[in-house]
């Protein structure tokens, strides 16, 4: 029984859940299943996969996180990883890396903005 090894390769995961590999290399990529990358391949912890699977179950509608700078609404967490600096309030990825922006709407000092 695969399952009860501490890690499993991709293969093993698609064996086990009945999917073809690519879709598994396709969560692994995005991040969606985390796995830990050995040289030159990947391998997912077993305990990893039981957290994914739970997730997947408990989670078919998952709340929508809205970015407390832009306002847009994300379905996946992993697009939303950030916190503001100040209250905690989620940051979306875009917001954090693209407009640097680090705090909510809320608490981002206007003056520091420049002006059209
Ligand atoms: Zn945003
Ligand atoms: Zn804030």
Known sequence: ???????LSLEEVAEVL????QLIYKLVRSGELPAVR???VFRVATPDLHAYLEQSK???NPPETRCASCGKRYYSRLSVQQK???CDEP???DC???KKIRTC?????KKSEKKK
Do not use: A, Q, S
């Open 1 to 7: 029984m695969p399952l009860e090894k501490p890690f």
């Open 91 to 93: 940051i979306c990825n």
């Open 58 to 60: 408990t989670n078919r």
């Open 18 to 21: 009945g999917v073809n590999y």
């Open 96 to 98: 954090w890396t693209r």
């Open 84 to 86: 503001c600096k100040v």
């Open 38 to 40: 050995v040289g030159r």
């Open 105 to 109: 709407e809320e608490h981002t000092d």
